[in-house]
């Protein structure tokens, strides 16, 4: 119903041709126009009582809902919706804007949409009056196909980083010495340490102190004491049996966790690699994950994109282990940690500190056992 209307129904309360109630029941039809300042003020001087005022605000046509939309998105760039249809596109991760969009007073659903993401979906309330400015961040999770092509893309970056896969089968081939520190009986004992290795994995490894020595070679998940024709000779007596027995199964690890070894293992045929996201060096630390038949591997990578952490988790759930990469050092082209730290249970593990690293070794395939 018109203004004119309203103002034709006032005149015939005046004139008693109808009652205020009849009008009433009229003005629930709906009103064509908004109950303004000026307009009420022209219906009151018309004689409009206050009950008919209000019945009148009731009935009047209200402004469409606004609300004020402040969002931001990660990954940019994301898709917004509005209660389903199509609204804007953040720019740079981010929208600032007012909408008048006919939002439908109460609650409003605002999606966030981008391919290869698994979408959200946020409700928010906005009244008839417009209130304060509604502000959503949202992080999109990655879908299955997007964390494959990231992991891939993520460990090829972390390669890159080190000095690329060229430079880095060179390390395959060197020599090293320093210290290791293992624990036995929970009480930790700091040795002398000498490392040779050499393609395709082979490592000999020569540990000596007061009580004696031991040299050590692996070759791939063959490992055992070497007690005769290797080129270490600084062992002295042997370490006393009981010392010898808890050190080599600590020696085996740091031949199974070396930088190289773990690299290969990532990118060994079976594995496979799962990642959020695939930044270059600089931006953030990221996770990579890598999933095999018996064991499953997560990579903290950190932001110059080389390996800080890798966790180890048999799938049968016993026999964890945690690795941490420290101290990087230019080794030819490649960067190569100086320290290897690998714990199991509390109070267990190994640590080997290298305080000198060069390329090139003498070791021969013909020195391990087959």
Same mark, same amino acid.
């Given at each position: 119903?018109?203004?004119?209307?309203?103002?034709?129904?006032?005149?015939?309360?005046?004139?008693?041709?109808?009652?205020?109630?009849?009008?009433?029941?009229?003005?629930?039809?709906?009103?064509?126009?908004?109950?303004?300042?000026?307009?009420?003020?022209?219906?009151?001087?018309?004689?409009?009582?206050?009950?008919?005022?209000?019945?009148?605000?009731?009935?009047?046509?209200?402004?469409?809902?606004?609300?004020?939309?402040?969002?931001?998105?990660?990954?940019?760039?994301?898709?917004?919706?509005?209660?389903?249809?199509?609204?804007?596109?953040?720019?740079?991760?981010?929208?600032?804007?007012?909408?008048?969009?006919?939002?439908?007073?109460?609650?409003?659903?605002?999606?966030?949409?981008?391919?290869?993401?698994?979408?959200?979906?946020?409700?928010?309330?906005?009244?008839?009056?417009?209130?304060?400015?509604?502000? #959503? @961040? =949202?992080?999109?999770?990655? +879908?299955?196909?997007?964390?494959? &092509?990231?992991? $891939?893309?993520? !460990?090829?970056?972390?390669?890159?980083?080190?000095?690329?896969?060229?430079?880095?089968?060179?390390?395959?081939?060197?020599?090293?010495?320093?210290?290791?520190?293992?624990?036995?009986?929970?009480?930790?004992?700091?040795?002398?340490?000498?490392?040779?290795?050499?393609?395709?994995?082979?490592?000999?490894?020569?540990?000596?102190?007061?009580?004696?020595?031991?040299?050590?070679?692996?070759?791939?998940?063959?490992?055992?004491?070497?007690?005769?024709?290797?080129?270490?000779?600084?062992?002295?007596?042997?370490?006393?049996?009981?010392?010898?027995?808890?050190?080599?199964?600590?020696?085996?690890?740091?031949?199974?966790?070396?930088? #190289? @070894? =773990?690299?290969?293992?990532? +990118?060994?045929?079976?594995?496979? &690699?799962?990642? $959020?996201?695939? !930044?270059?060096?600089?931006?953030?630390?990221?996770?990579?994950?890598?999933?095999?038949?018996?064991?499953?591997?997560?990579?903290?990578?950190?932001?110059?994109?080389?390996?800080?952490?890798?966790?180890?988790?048999?799938?049968?759930?016993?026999?964890?282990?945690?690795?941490?990469?420290?101290?990087?050092?230019?080794?030819?082209?490649?960067?190569?940690?100086?320290?290897?730290?690998?714990?199991?249970?509390?109070?267990?593990?190994?640590?080997?500190?290298?305080?000198?690293?060069?390329?090139?070794?003498?070791?021969?395939?013909?020195?391990?056992?087959?």
């Amino acid at each position: 119903m018109s203004r004119a209307d309203v103002l034709s129904f006032l005149d015939d309360i005046k004139h008693g041709i109808a009652s205020e109630e009849e009008v009433k029941e009229k003005l629930s039809r709906g009103l064509d126009f908004r109950a303004d300042t000026d307009t009420l003020d022209t219906l009151r001087k018309n004689g409009a009582s206050e009950a008919l005022i209000a019945e009148i605000k009731l009935r009047a046509k209200h402004e469409d809902p606004t609300a004020t939309l402040s969002l931001n998105c990660a990954p940019a760039e994301c898709r917004i919706k509005i209660d389903g249809q199509f609204a804007a596109r953040t720019s740079d991760g981010h929208l600032d804007r007012v909408v008048k969009s006919r939002l439908p007073s109460g609650e409003v659903a605002i999606d966030f949409e981008k391919d290869g993401y698994v979408a959200d979906q946020k409700i928010v309330k906005v009244g008839a009056e417009p209130g304060p400015p509604i502000s #959503l @961040s =949202v992080v999109l999770e990655p +879908n299955l196909a997007t964390r494959t &092509l990231n992991g $891939r893309k993520l !460990y090829d970056v972390m390669v890159a980083a080190l000095g690329g896969t060229a430079a880095l089968n060179n390390l395959r081939s060197l020599t090293g010495n320093g210290s290791v520190t293992f624990y036995r009986e929970g009480e930790p004992g700091v040795w002398d340490f000498d490392v040779s290795m050499a393609p395709a994995h082979l490592i000999l490894m020569n540990v000596t102190g007061p009580a004696g020595g031991l040299v050590f070679g692996c070759n791939g998940e063959k490992c055992e004491e070497k007690k005769k024709g290797f080129l270490f000779i600084k062992r002295g007596k042997r370490l006393p049996e009981g010392v010898a027995n808890d050190l080599e199964p600590n020696l085996r690890l740091v031949s199974r966790y070396d930088l #190289l @070894s =773990v690299l290969e293992t990532l +990118n060994s045929k079976g594995i496979s &690699l799962m990642a $959020r996201t695939a !930044y270059m060096p600089g931006k953030a630390q990221q996770r990579l994950r890598a999933d095999g038949d018996d064991h499953v591997y997560e990579v903290n990578i950190g932001t110059d994109a080389w390996p800080i952490s890798v966790e180890d988790t048999p799938k049968s759930g016993l026999g964890a282990v945690k690795v941490t990469y420290g101290n990087y050092v230019k080794v030819g082209d490649c960067n190569y940690p100086k320290q290897t730290t690998i714990r199991g249970a509390a109070q267990s593990g190994i640590e080997v500190r290298l305080n000198r690293i060069e390329l090139g070794s003498k070791l021969r395939l013909s020195d391990f056992p087959k």
